[in-house]
DNA sequence: ATAATTAATGTACGCGTGTACATTATGTCA
DNA sequence: TGACATAATGTACACGCGTACATTAATTAT
């Protein structure tokens, strides 16, 4: 493997000039530049990046935690690939590494390791649900002053970084529609407690309701754990108590086409008997029949932006306070579903 | 940052004790070997990670490179979070990163610079295609004889390193189901032309018509790209062709579902008017109505295998040859859908 | 023309670890 | 007890790069 010292001798130029020149550090010679850019080319050389982090001092590497693999089937691959891929493209145009991490579900994950090993010089932690060990491993980040974000969830502690959809607002939006089409009687398909984007959903829903003078019915809320099976299975109970609703809202797209299914199987029929507001806007929102109205949100985004602003604050541009707190906003999509 | 040195000092030993110690290397007193980790411990020193590769000449990950979005969205949640899982499994237990990339489809991707780089010690290729840069990246990377691996896909090159599944006669066995139930008229609805694998799915089909003395009725097979718009998108001709056949295997599971999903619509009666057979066993395929029987793969095994054979081949263990090539066997999982 | 300034380049060292080799302690065998 | 093998530890340096500082070349100001 050829290196810095090879092409120096080459160009005719100090080791030093080759750094400047490939780093595009302090002025020089347009003639030095290309000099040693064409025995770079010449001897098939580029920058060691392990050496470079080391010299630097950092990884160079962006850590992605992600829950552990039971967990994962919970999202949608419209939910990670477009997460990912924003932060891809984050971390690609800024010449960072994405480092993808699992969390082990049976030890408290030791976060502040991964910077104190240098393995990463920022992470993000998708899927943290309230439980104690996540917690506190994201606690310890906060007072340690890491560079971190939490992916679309809510803490108490307001040393916490996130970047989140505002799904209070979004579920507000969502219930409104069905409201402002007449429909007085609303029910609710919550996703699972240990969320906190889950209270949220609750919390704008019954804004919603109250707005319109509408005391909230807790006999038409239901609880899934936003996987489709959870939705199929609370067909029967949604069922059941068809004759107390005109409409439903759901805490994501995949329960939603569950629930669906389940109810089709059943016999009911969709939209004619129920209204159906969904929640993601994810590819399969408009393949379903009927196509879902649904709450859009902005994934890809958020995960840039997660990224752009941790990363940016690792090279201190324009860092004026360091711990990120960003509400992106959704956007309702009308379709066929919810009766229009 | 506390480094070697200070807990060399504090445990009144060398600094190369220490490294010793800490990479269980060689002889060494118990006592000693106390004395280092506690004092180890009461400093929270740990390895610095990039300065270990540093010395090493290794950067420690494995990357795991992504086709572009779009593609992205073709596999499914199961698909990734197995593979992945798997290989994360294997990357974990071996001390190493994973680390993520994705391709641009604009460029020639120049897989070879990642190792140049040293970002990458080997890397796994998921998704490839066999368009003119895919092709030429990959070749490229066997020619250099470095430690990659494509999954589940073909290459002429003898060369490039494997691990699939066998979906030849994954295939065969999911049309030999159908033949043994009797039925004599089977369509099929294979993917995209441009993997490798959708032409193996073909033979398999063809093979399992032929022994069973049935000429391939070209009228009755479709194409998808093993998206669920595009099983949607098949129903259409699939319901027009209805008085052809008793039976349809299809790829995947999604467009498995699309399929069944647009036939439905169109008011056709599952499994009574056509049996399906799919392929994937992802976590949908047991959730249809009616359940889908399907072909198990054992995509976490590949992704496992694929990583452990990488990186135990970076270690020398056991490297008689270098070039990988396994195909992993699939299992049939009958359900409702073929009719039974 | 000379001083002052800035551009362009070179010199030298540190970053934290792995490890070859040298050295010293410990044990074994006669 | 001495010769010798082995265990246990220390010494010293390489790894490739970034960069502070020193130096030299070019430009501008006076």
Redesign the interface.
Known sequence: ?TNRKEVAELAGVSEATVSRVLNGIGPMKESTRERVLEAAKRL?Y??????S??AR???G?LG?VLPY?PK??L????Y??EL??GI?EAV?SKGY??????RDPTATYDYV?LY????VDACIILGASAIEAELEGINRLAEEELPFCVMDQKFDNPLVSIVAADHEQGSYDAVKHLLDKGLRTIGFLNGSPQYSNSWDRMSGYRRALQEAGIQPDESIMYEGNYS??SG?QAAKDVHRDLHKMEAIFVSNDRMAI?LM?GLR?LGCRLPEELKVVAYDDS??AS???PPLTTVKVPFYEMGRLAAERLLDRLTDKGNTESVINERLKTELKVRKSSGN
């Open positions: 493997m098939n580029e920058l060691n990046a392990v050496a982090s080391f001092g950092r990884s590497n992605v693999v994962v089937h999202f949608s691959t419209y990670f690939s990912l891929s891809g690609r590494g994405l480092l993808l991490l699992f390791s104190r090993t240098q393995r489709r099976t199929i569950g299914q199987e590819d399969a393949l379903t029949e």
